[in-house]
């Protein structure tokens, strides 16, 4: 079965501590791994899409990486305004091109 | 600015109500989606449509009908609304060959 699993649930970092969000996919055939960010009553914004393993990609504090088996969303030296839920998503395997989610990891940095 | 637009924030509805979700996009895209999502279990497909007319069945679609009789317009129907349909409901979009999803801002829905 296509199964996206995230971790941690929730992850509570002092500003400037970096750290990084894991994202376990089971899924044959990955069209593509997908991360977005999503705030409080908002719906999820785009952030990355990574195609096969060892593609990297960046964009301000964050860098999303991609094994065989995972994708790491690394944050470094993280702001306040860095506090959201992260969702990691993938598309392939029996879903075809429709799109499975994980239940995210909720971020939150402290000043 | 580009963007998907969903007709509600707060709905409060109640039990065996029938209740209507629309969603319109602006950006000529070809693919529209249905999301519900709950805590801890993340987003849930509910229908998706690849073109006007048509309609294919997500994870949960039971209790849910959808139409599209407009490219840019996508409305997702609880025929009798019942409690476990108490959720967010997330509309999204694309473009064909571009696996990138635009969402809406979600509709809270509560039933009663």
């Known amino acids: 079965e296509d199964q996206v699993t995230q971790s941690p649930e929730a992850l509570r970092l002092q500003e400037g501590e970096s750290s990084s969000l894991n994202c376990s996919y089971t899924?044959?055939?990955?069209?593509?791994l997908f991360w977005y960010r999503q705030d409080p009553g908002k719906g999820p914004e785009f952030l990355f899409t990574?195609?096969?393993a060892g593609e990297e990609k960046e964009k301000e504090r964050l860098k999303a990486t991609l094994t065989k088996k995972e994708s790491f969303l690394h944050i470094t030296a993280p702001k306040p305004e860095d506090s959201a839920t992260y969702l990691c998503?993938?598309?392939?395997?029996?879903?075809?091109?429709?799109?499975?989610f994980g239940a995210g990891t909720r971020l939150f940095v402290k000043a | 600015d580009v963007k998907v637009t969903q007709s509600s924030r707060y709905l409060v509805k109640r039990t065996g109500e029938k209740v209507f979700l629309e969603c319109v996009q602006d950006?000529?895209?070809?693919?529209m989606f249905w999301y519900r999502q709950d805590p801890g279990l993340g987003l849930r497909l509910i229908y998706f449509?690849?073109?006007?007319?048509?309609?294919e069945k997500g994870d949960i679609p039971e209790g849910y009908s959808v139409s599209r009789e407009k490219k840019e317009r996508f409305s997702l129907i609880l025929e009798s609304a019942s409690t476990n349909q108490t959720s967010m409901y997330l509309c999204?979009?694309?473009?064909?060959?571009?696996?990138?999803?635009?969402f809406g801002s979600g509709t809270q829905l509560s039933v009663l």
């Open positions: 999204a979009s694309s473009r064909q060959g571009n696996e990138k999803l635009l």
């Open positions: 899924v044959s055939g990955l069209r593509g």
């Open positions: 990574l195609y096969s």
């Open positions: 998503a993938v598309r392939g395997g029996t879903g075809g091109f429709k799109t499975i």
């Open positions: 950006m000529d895209h070809e693919n």
């Open positions: 449509s690849y073109d006007v007319k048509m309609k």
